[in-house]
């Protein structure tokens, strides 16, 4: 499941528009590539994929139970479909297709969920996504990935579009920064260190680990503490060792997600290092199980120190024990 | 209250939507202006809603499936007096409880909606506990034309026939558009009125912002004695400020400072008309 680099020009854009780019790219070439959509072409940023390819998008309107449906029949008449939605409707509405028409039935449907977590920001909860790590971990037969810059959105794509297993990918709305200029591999399954360091491991997904590095550069200017940063874009399967190698180190892990403390990235390494028998210092930084507070997405992140003060704030305190 | 103070009052209902949204830069313009003749309609004649007792039992729901035009709600509700007008300052920004779909942590609103396709239900529901405990409350629920695709909405449909829901009335807001295009090129939904007949529903449609129709038919529910009506309101996304009206991209445009400006002055222009 190795990729490398194509020659896509990864300027510093919201994953979102890297990922439409790459599927017209790949749609050029492929006619068997099918976007459908419910009302989410704008969102999804795929009007020039549209205006494009007009026969290969369906439209089902505001109907995301019909989206996944649909998108398990195409794919079973050898279709490779991208069923895209905002993240909170597609992983909750349309959960039972999700887990019978696609992955239980093996239909090899991509889920492309977007404006995910907290991106919808003042919106509130109904748009918000807290929820979809956590039940699409339980469901058999679902790869679940949430890339978190530009290079490992183009990875992710080019790799979904010929896997013959369904996937999830998670999407927010933010320009994202490069994590590393001279990254030339990416593999589903396999965390990607972006940074090294002795003192700390922080381990983040998605949008968080922007911040994530933020934070240790941070934290090496103000406390001298080096952590290394992993952006562990493939939630399932979860990198294992990667996380044993991490944990011989006997230092501290911090894990970073735009997700409820509940079920996500933190707690599936929670699980996994404990029955290992992995004892280090530990701690998860998520959204807490309450009313979400109200904000911008960068607020909400502020309020619940998923920010690079929040993350070396935590980190700090980790490491004194 | 009178046709005449019907159109004044949404005047200032309109200025009022968009000044928040101007100010919040983010809401739901097109089909806030839409749907606020209704509401207006909804609250100042036909809801049996008080602030001042607003957890009665006994009072009408109005529940707003299409959430996403709270703008609309926000400043109905605030008119009404259940809230004071100047918390609608803090719409959108962190921590207010007015956030970009109509909330409980608000008063005066009845259902968190703002997901599509759950206020049909959730108005069945409310309308069958008025059946069980013979009160005679309505429910009234506003959809959005591009919202019916949404399965729920259908077998919401059913259950309101099959259980004769005569105090539940829902109105769809049919302005012809959504996000990404007109309705009938995205998912085309007509004939709408043959397809809730077919389900056992009384229908009728009227001019959304015609306030004599919207009395007139609400004045008339239930349409018939055993079944759920329907008001199929016919109206114009972004009704009220010429450069908006039946422009896609106003669904959630925000004005600019002069295009604001403009737009208060138009409505000025149509309040005079009214003096
Ligand atoms: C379940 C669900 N899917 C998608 C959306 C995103 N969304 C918000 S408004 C909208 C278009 C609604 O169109 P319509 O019902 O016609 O509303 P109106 O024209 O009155 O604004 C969409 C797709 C949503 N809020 N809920
Ligand atoms: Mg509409």
């Known amino acids: ?321 | 209250m009178s046709e005449k103070e019907l159109a004044r009052k949404s005047v200032e209902y309109r200025r009022k939507i968009l000044k928040y949204i101007y100010q919040a830069k983010a809401g739901h313009t097109g089909g806030s202006l839409s749907c606020i003749d209704i509401l207006n309609v909804l609250y100042n004649h036909v809801l049996n809603v008080d602030s001042a007792d607003f957890s009665s039992p006994d009072r009408d729901r109005y529940i707003q499936s299409k959430g996403h035009t709270v703008e609309a709600l926000y400043v109905v509700l605030a008119s009404k007096g259940f809230f004071p007008e100047s918390d609608l300052e803090t719409l959108c920004t962190y921590q207010s409880h007015y956030i970009g779909h109509p909330t409980r942590k608000v008063r005066g609103v009845e259902q968190n909606t703002g997901a599509l396709g759950h206020g049909l239900s959730l108005s069945v529901g409310t309308a069958i506990a008025g059946k069980l405990d013979k009160k005679d409350y309505r429910v009234f629920t506003l959809l959005g034309d591009g919202e019916l695709p949404e399965g729920s909405n259908w077998e919401a449909a059913l259950s309101a026939a099959h259980y004769k829901l005569d105090n539940l009335c829902a109105i769809i807001d049919k302005n012809s558009l959504q996000i990404s295009g007109a309705t009938s090129d995205v998912c085309n939904t007509d004939p709408v009125d043959a397809k809730f007949e077919a389900f056992g529903w009384a229908v009728r449609h009227v001019d959304g912002h015609d306030f004599e129709q919207l009395k007139a038919a609400f004045d008339a529910i239930p349409f018939e004695k055993g079944k759920p009506s329907l008001v199929i309101a016919h109206t114009i996304k972004g009704k009220g400020v010429s450069y908006m009206e039946s422009q896609l991209k106003w669904h959630h445009g925000v004005p600019s400072e002069e295009q604001y400006s403009d737009a208060l002055q138009e409505l000025g222009v149509a309040e005079e008309s009214l003096a």
């Open chain 1, 1 to 321: 499941m190795e990729a490398t680099i194509e020659n896509i020009a990864l300027k510093h854009q919201a994953n979102l528009e890297v990922f439409s780019q790459t599927l017209q790219t790949l749609a050029e070439h492929d006619r068997d590539i099918i976007v459908v959509t419910s009302d989410s072409r704008g969102s999804g940023k795929l009007v020039p994929f549209g205006q494009k390819f007009p026969d290969q998008i369906v439209e089902v309107g505001i109907a995301e139970q019909n989206l996944v449906g649909v998108s398990a029949g195409l794919a079973s008449a050898g279709k490779k479909v991208f069923a895209v939605s905002p993240a909170c409707f597609l992983t909750a509405r349309a959960l039972e297709q999700i887990k019978n028409d696609v992955a239980y039935s093996d239909n090899p449907v991509k889920l492309i969920g977007i404006s995910a977590g907290v991106s919808y920001g003042a919106l509130g909860s109904t748009h918000h996504s807290l929820h979809d790590f956590a039940v699409l971990r339980t469901i058999n037969n679902l790869l679940i990935v949430a890339p978190a810059d530009n290079f490992e959105t183009e990875q992710a794509i080019r790799l979904a579009a010929e896997a013959d297993f369904p996937v999830y990918l998670r999407f927010g709305k933010k320009v994202m920064e490069l994590l590393s200029e001279d990254e030339k591999t990416f593999e589903f399954g396999k965390g990607r260190i972006v940074r090294e360091g002795a003192d700390l491991t922080i381990i983040a997904t998605g949008e968080t680990v922007a911040p994530a590095l933020q934070a240790a550069e941070k934290l090496e200017k103000e406390s001298g503490l080096s952590a290394t940063v992993v952006s562990m874009h493939t939630i399932k399967p979860l990198d294992y060792n990667l996380l044993d190698e991490i944990a011989l180190s006997g230092k501290p892990i911090l894990t970073v997600e735009e997700h409820s403390i509940y079920g996500g990235l933190g707690e599936a390494c929670a699980s996994y290092l404990l029955q290992a028998g992995h004892r280090n210092a530990f701690k998860i930084i998520a959204i807490p199980d309450e009313y979400t507070v109200t904000g911008s997405q960068q607020e909400i992140f502020t309020h619940y120190g998923i920010s690079e003060a929040g993350i070396a704030a935590t980190a700090h305190k980790l490491c004194q024990g």
